[in-house]
Structures are given as structure tokens and as C-alpha cells.
């Protein structure tokens, strides 16, 4: 019985409603329909239609008609779960079994992983919108996002076929170069909000304003004026890193499929190929995440107080902050279909030769300015 | 339900009979720590079934040996078999991309062997095909390359004006994809009612795609990184290699058949022949973009003065006579029939033409000893040529430097493997 007693019931439930809350009921299916999202959208700017058919076949469970909502091919991503579950899961003779069958799930994971410190709203019934608010966030989501490397260089070796060890050769390199640019321009934030805690990096952000629109206080003071430039720099740097951590264009080296054919999961079908492609979209998700809650005030919107106040401003602040995190997502499908693809050495050129340094510079001009407007 | 795998010996002669491929690596090579990278013949960069074995050092290609030939189908020999007027729908086959400018270069080939000139409204017809084919066959070349390099954008905004080209085929011809327009002697047909100024309009509207091109791809920074300094091919490498096209003129070498050896009255359209300066892959893109434009310019000036007259040449014997008055005139039904089972009474004698088709020099040799089949037939293809500089500029350059090269050098393997 002192067992049972205890054990905290409170936060065991709450944690394993958000856990559900978010990765099932929000992420997964925000990765879904930003594939969709994704296919929409290039054909929009490639002026063609993309999937506008599939609705959802309503007449098969006694309805009359079938439900093709407004847009049409919202269905598709349904669809395509079931077809990728549906599909013969081939496992070629030559490869190395147990690293090709442990290659997608380590893609996947850390991706999913790495949600589990993001503060996805403020507070809604009195349960901070946290799964587990650690005083290391920031720490954790990049130590957990470089497991991800892993699951790309084991595909890539695992398949024992050249074409793949070439990919995972490259995302090998390209990721750890590129992890370091993303950790060095993530200091300032850390300098200016004075913790690695995401929560309180939004706290922060909340009372003195974005990070990147000091405005959104409704005051504007010298050392936000200063803290300007170095914010903006560092919000570029992240983004570019970040878009090479998650393997796209321009970066999708490791799975340029005009050189590679498919880069790192060449060998892989059905659902196996399904989590590589998951993983790479859940990363997507989690890196513009961080990306809102680093420099775009997470939760926060201007004039809208937090959920202390009611479970519909809690509700609210999640609904801004997926909203945000779309924006950026949005961003990235965009550049995706619009820039060509770098070379290899220029993306390390790229990488050590001005990002990094401009994230290293970055970091002492941001600590001048702290200091002198002390 | 048993089954077994069973090793199969399939004798891979091209990687077998090159010796020197393995002599090379044994001798270089002694730590063993280079790669041999089979890049297609199923390739999504090689467009076709162009076979490139790489020897990699890295992502640094030592050694590339291109293989060709998997797409054969002995054209040469089967015009050996047929009189000239059948062979017209092979000619569709060999750049797939620019049909009807291969019909052409094919019919002035034959009808320079018959001592025959179009009329003006035939020649203006066919000037509209071969520009109207430059167009089609640019768009792609730029799009797949700027595919390749990764911006899949570009390439389906060309694809898009392209299939306006295949309207417009359609239109002419009847066929959208392999038109077999020309006949030995003039065309299958005049150009339809509505035809000119579909034309005119399909030019006011692919000038603003090739812009939208340019200003997607031009400046842009990576595009340029990815291409400035990237295979290049040298003036005397281009010469020595007997490239033609885009691909040779991108080299800084002034050869435009079309301005060189004048056909179809080319000599009286007013168009600049874009020559590049480094031979490189940018310059290879700029060129293409620039000759567009060139051809747009063409096309204005023959729609400006699109003549009026007969479209084929008056031979009865030898060119089919209208239908009309086929089905009402004793001589022309015989003739109809004549020139349709046996072909045109070509003289005997050989002749050779090239015609600047998209690609470079599309060239007809053509050997006959008299009557409708030719003795032998030699197609001289440009994509064959330009093909053959590969091992000579890939070794030095990166594994994506590699589909840069080969999306800039815009190679149709239906017209390199015949």
C-alpha cells in the first residue's frame, strides 16, 4: 500500500495524457498532413492540382455518401498509411539483418524523443503543457537529436549496396558538422534568457518580448534594440542548421535522388521505409518547434494571456503554437521546391567555413552587448 | 514452396573486355580503396539507358567509362530494307525529344540526293518544325538539368510549356509524340487552319517561362556554384571530340550549321548564334537559354512572312500526288501507288547532310545505287558524339558533379544508340 501511495498519480497520469496528447493525437498526424501539405503545396507551386481526390470512403461503413471534405484529398494521408502497412516488407538477402532492421526505428525515435521536452502550450486545467519540464531542455534535445545520425549511417551501412553507403557517408558528415553550427547558434538565446530550460527561455520571451520581435511586449528598450542584429544572425544560422539536420533540400545530400537514387534507404520498403520517411518529417516538426520556441516566443501571442487564466487561453496558447510551428513548416516545404541542391564539399565549405564562424562570432557579440547593457 | 537462388554467369562484357579498367585499379589502386560505382543503365540522372561504370575515390570520380548501346535497334540497317518514305517514321525515334526536326534533316538529306528545293511555303514549314523542336528540346534540357542539380521546380514549369510544343504537333501532324511529318519532296500535309497563330501565341507565352527559368536558376547562387567551373570542356577538346550544338559552341567555338551551310533559307532570318567562353556547365545552360530566345525570334520572322504557294515539290513521279486527285484521275492513282510500293526513283550516288538539330549535327550519309531503298545509310547523331568526351572530362570531378555534367551535356540515347 506505502507503494502505491507513493507513487505520484497525479503526474503519472497527466504525463502519460500528454504523452498521448501529443505525440498521437498532434504529432503523428500533423507528420501525415505535412506530407500532404507538402505534395499541395509543390504542385501549387509547380503549378499542377497534387492529390485532390481521396476523401474518406464513408459509404463502406453504411453511409450514403462518401465524405470528400473541402479541399478534397484530405483522405490521402490515410490512405497512404495504409498502403505503406499494406506493402510486402522486403528485406534484401545481402544486407546486415540486425542493423537494417534497427536502422529505421533509430531514425524515428529520437525525432519523437525530443518532443518530450518541448513546451507545447502554457497551462491548461493546471497541467503545464510540458511533458517533462527539465532544467536541461535545450541540452537534451540536441543530445537526443544526434542520436538520429545513427539511424541514417546504419541504413546506409546495414544495406551493404553502394549507392546507400554513400548517403549514410554523407549525412555522417553533414550532420555533425551541421550539429555544431546548430548548438554554437543556439548560445545566444541561452545567454540572453539566462537558462537552458525551455520554459523558462519562453517565460523569458513572454515578459521581454520575442526574441526575434522584441516588440511583442509592447516596450522597446536599448539592450532589445542591440540584442537585434545578434538574434537575427543567430536566427539564420539555427535555421540553415537545422535544415541540414533534417536532411532537406538544399541539404538532402544523403538522399539526393538524381545521384544517389535514394540515398540512405535505397534497399528499404513498406513500413521500414515508412519510419525513415516519418522520422525525417517528425525531425521537421521538432526542429521548427525549437525554432518557436527558441526565438518566436513559443506559446506566446501578443494581448493574449496564458492558461492560468482559463482553459480556453490555454487552449488557445497550443493552438498559437502549432500554428507558428505550421508557418515555419510551411517555410520549409517552400524553400524545399524552389532551391536546387548543394555539392557536397560546397555544404561543408558551407558549414565550417561561414556558419560556424558567424555562430562563434555571434556568441561574443551577444555576451558584449549583455555586458555593456548591464 | 521450396525455392532456390541460383548464381547466374552474366558476362559483363563492357567491364570484362576494358582490362584496362582492372589493370588501372591494380596498379593505382594497391590499398584497394577505390570504388567501382555502377551508375546505370537505370539511373534517374543518366536519362535513358546511358551506363557509366565510375571509379570513385570518395565522392571523387578517377575513371569513368561510358557504356552505351542499350537501347540499339539497328536503324542503319533497317533503312537498308525499306524505301525513304517508310524510314521517315524511324527518324521520329532517334531524338525523341525534337521529332520533327529529325524528319526534316532526314527529308533535306534525301532530297539533296533528289536535286530538289522546297517551294517557300514548304521551306517556312519547315523552318517553324526545326525552331518549334529547338524549343521543345531546350525546355527539357534545361529542366532535366536544373532536375538533376536538384530544382525540380523548373523542370515541370518547362514541361508544362512543352506539352503546348506537343499541341501544336498534334495540330501539324496528327500525332502529339512521333509526328513523321516531312515526306522525301514536301510534308504529309499544309499546316492546318488556326495553325500560325497558335504558334504566335505559343510563342508570346513560352518567352515569359524561359524568364521565369532565368530567374529561378540564372543567379542563383547555388545553381552557379554548381555549375561555373564544372566540366568543362575546352575549345580544343570540343574540336577534337567533333562535338556540335549548344555543347560545342558553349566551348567558344563559332559553328551554327544553320549559318555555316545555310538550308531551308536559313541565310535570310536575322538570329544570333550564343557562343560561350569557358565550356563549362553554366555555359553549356546559358547557351541553351539564349538559343530559345533565337528560335522565338526565327519563328516571329517566317509568321511574319509566311508565304503562300504550293508546300511540296512538282515531281508526280516521284512524290505522292494529292489525294483528291487520286481518287479521280487514272495517272495519279498509278503514281500513288507507285511511289508509295517502291518509293521515290532516288539517282544513284551518295550524299551526306547534317542539319543543326537541337542536339549538335544530325547528319544522314546515304549510299544508293538508284530506285526507292537507299544502299546504305550511315546517321551520323550528336548525342553519340557529344557522348564520346565523357571519359575525358568526368575523372577529377565529384559524384554530383557527375549529373551536372551529364544533364548539361542533354543527350537523348533513342538518337546516340540508334
Not at chain 1, 537558462?195 to 509592447?218: A, C, F, M, N, R
Not at chain 1, 492558461?307 to 505550421?326: C, D, E, L, M, Q
Not at chain 2, 515541370?156 to 503546348?164: A, I, S, V
Not at chain 2, 552557379?224 to 564544372?230: F, G, L, N, S
Request: a negative charge; charged letters at 20%; glycine letters at 8%.
Amino acid at each position: 500500500m506505502a507503494l502505491l501511495d507513493s507513487i505520484p498519480w497525479f503526474l503519472v497520469f497527466t504525463s502519460l495524457g500528454k504523452t498521448i496528447f501529443l505525440v498521437f493525437l498532434v504529432v503523428l498526424p500533423m507528420v501525415s498532413y505535412t506530407v500532404y501539405a507538402e505534395r499541395r503545396v509543390s504542385a501549387l507551386i509547380q503549378d499542377r492540382l497534387g492529390p485532390n481526390r481521396t476523401g474518406f470512403p464513408l459509404t463502406l461503413l453504411g453511409f450514403k455518401k462518401d465524405f470528400s471534405p473541402f479541399l478534397g484529398g484530405l483522405g490521402q494521408p490515410i490512405a497512404d498509411a495504409a498502403k505503406f502497412i499494406l506493402k510486402e516488407d522486403l528485406t534484401p538477402g545481402h544486407v546486415n539483418k540486425p542493423y537494417f532492421w534497427l536502422a529505421p526505428a533509430l531514425a524515428m525515435m529520437p525525432a519523437l524523443i525530443t518532443l518530450s521536452a518541448l513546451p507545447f502550450g502554457s497551462e491548461f486545467m493546471g497541467v503545464k503543457m510540458v511533458v517533462a519540464d527539465i532544467n536541461v531542455g535545450l541540452l537534451f534535445m540536441f543530445a537526443i537529436s544526434s542520436v538520429g545520425v545513427y539511424g541514417i549511417v546504419l541504413a546506409g551501412w546495414a544495406s551493404n549496396s553502394k549507392y546507400p553507403f554513400l548517403g549514410g557517408i554523407r549525412s555522417t558528415s553533414q550532420m555533425i558538422s551541421y550539429e555544431l553550427c546548430m548548438g554554437l547558434s543556439a548560445v545566444p538565446v541561452l545567454l540572453v534568457a539566462g537558462s537552458t530550460s525551455l520554459s523558462k527561455i519562453i517565460d523569458y520571451q513572454v515578459h521581454e518580448g520575442w526574441l526575434l520581435l522584441p516588440i511583442t511586449d509592447g516596450k522597446l528598450n536599448l539592450r532589445e534594440l542591440l540584442l537585434f542584429l545578434p538574434m537575427v544572425l543567430a536566427f539564420i544560422t539555427f535555421t540553415i542548421s537545422m535544415f541540414a539536420e533534417t536532411n532537406r533540400l538544399p541539404f538532402d545530400l544523403p538522399e539526393s535522388e538524381s545521384e544517389l537514387v535514394a540515398g540512405y534507404h535505397t534497399e528499404y520498403s513498406s513500413m521500414k521505409f515508412a519510419l525513415f520517411f516519418l522520422g525525417e518529417y517528425t525531425a521537421m516538426i521538432a526542429g521548427s518547434a525549437l525554432t518557436v520556441v527558441l526565438f518566436l516566443g513559443g506559446w506566446h501571442l501578443p494581448f493574449i494571456p496564458d492558461g492560468s487564466h482559463g482553459p480556453i487561453w490555454g487552449a488557445i496558447n497550443i493552438a498559437s503554437f502549432f500554428g507558428k510551428v505550421a508557418v515555419l513548416l510551411f517555410f520549409f516545404i517552400w524553400v524545399r521546391w524552389t532551391l536546387p541542391r548543394f555539392r557536397y564539399d560546397q555544404l561543408m565549405k558551407l558549414g565550417w567555413l561561414y556558419l560556424f564562424e558567424i555562430a562563434l562570432v555571434n556568441i561574443f557579440l551577444t555576451a558584449g552587448i549583455l555586458a555593456f547593457t548591464h | 514452396m521450396a525455392f532456390s537462388t541460383k548464381e547466374f554467369s552474366a558476362p559483363d562484357t563492357i567491364a570484362k573486355s576494358h582490362g584496362a579498367l582492372e589493370k588501372a585499379s591494380q596498379t593505382q589502386d594497391l590499398l584497394g580503396e577505390k570504388l567501382i560505382l555502377n551508375m546505370g543503365p537505370s539511373h534517374p540522372a543518366t536519362h535513358g539507358v546511358l551506363r557509366l561504370i565510375l571509379e570513385m575515390d570518395g565522392e571523387v570520380v578517377t575513371k569513368a567509362i561510358p557504356d552505351i548501346g542499350y537501347l540499339h535497334r539497328g536503324d542503319e540497317k533497317i533503312a537498308e530494307n525499306m524505301h525513304y518514305n517508310q524510314f521517315v517514321p524511324y527518324t521520329d525515334r532517334l531524338d525523341y525529344l525534337a521529332p520533327l526536326a529529325n524528319n526534316v534533316a532526314y527529308a533535306l538529306a534525301v532530297e539533296k540526293l533528289m536535286g530538289w528545293t522546297l517551294p517557300p511555303r514548304g521551306q517556312a514549314i519547315r523552318v517553324i518544325c526545326c525552331e518549334l523542336a529547338r524549343i521543345s528540346s531546350h525546355l527539357l534540357g534545361v529542366g532535366c538539368m536544373a532536375m538533376d542539380i536538384g530544382a525540380m521546380t523548373v523542370f515541370l514549369h518547362t514541361f508544362t510549356e512543352r506539352e503546348k510544343v506537343y499541341n501544336l504537333c498534334e495540330m501539324l501532324s496528327g500525332a502529339r509524340f512521333t509526328t513523321s511529318y516531312t515526306r522525301v519532296g514536301g510534308q504529309t500535309r499544309d499546316v492546318p487552319p488556326g495553325f500560325l497563330a497558335a504558334v504566335r501565341k505559343f510563342i508570346d507565352e513560352v518567352l515569359p517561362v524561359v524568364d521565369d527559368v532565368d530567374s529561378l536558376l540564372t543567379r542563383n547562387r547555388i545553381f552557379v556554384d554548381r555549375c561555373r567551373d564544372v566540366g568543362v570542356i575546352t575549345k580544343e577538346q570540343a574540336i577534337a571530340y567533333a562535338l556540335s550544338g549548344p555543347n560545342l559552341r558553349a566551348s567558344g567555338v563559332d559553328h551554327d550549321l544553320r549559318k555555316r551551310q545555310p538550308y531551308l533559307g536559313y541565310e535570310t532570318y536575322d538570329f544570333e548564334v550564343p557562343i560561350g567562353s569557358i565550356g563549362d556547365c553554366y555555359d553549356r545552360y546559358l547557351c541553351r537559354m539564349e538559343e530559345m530566345r533565337q528560335s522565338v525570334g526565327i519563328l516571329r520572322q517566317v509568321l511574319d512572312r509566311f508565304p503562300d504557294g504550293p508546300i511540296n515539290v512538282e515531281d508526280a513521279k516521284n512524290f505522292a500526288p494529292p489525294k483528291t486527285t487520286v481518287l479521280t484521275k487514272m495517272e495519279e492513282l498509278i503514281h500513288h501507288f507507285i511511289v508509295h510500293t517502291e518509293g521515290p526513283d532516288v539517282p544513284a550516288g551518295e550524299v551526306y547532310f547534317g542539319a543543326e538539330n537541337p542536339k549538335g549535327e544530325l547528319g544522314f550519309y546515304i549510299n544508293s545505287k538508284g530506285g526507292g531503298t537507299p544502299h546504305r545509310m550511315k546517321i551520323r547523331s550528336p548525342s553519340f558524339v557529344n557522348l564520346s568526351v565523357l571519359s575525358e572530362i568526368l575523372p577529377g570531378s565529384m559524384m554530383s558533379d557527375v549529373v551536372a555534367i551529364l544533364g548539361s551535356l542533354d543527350f537523348v540515347m533513342g538518337e546516340c544508340d540508334r
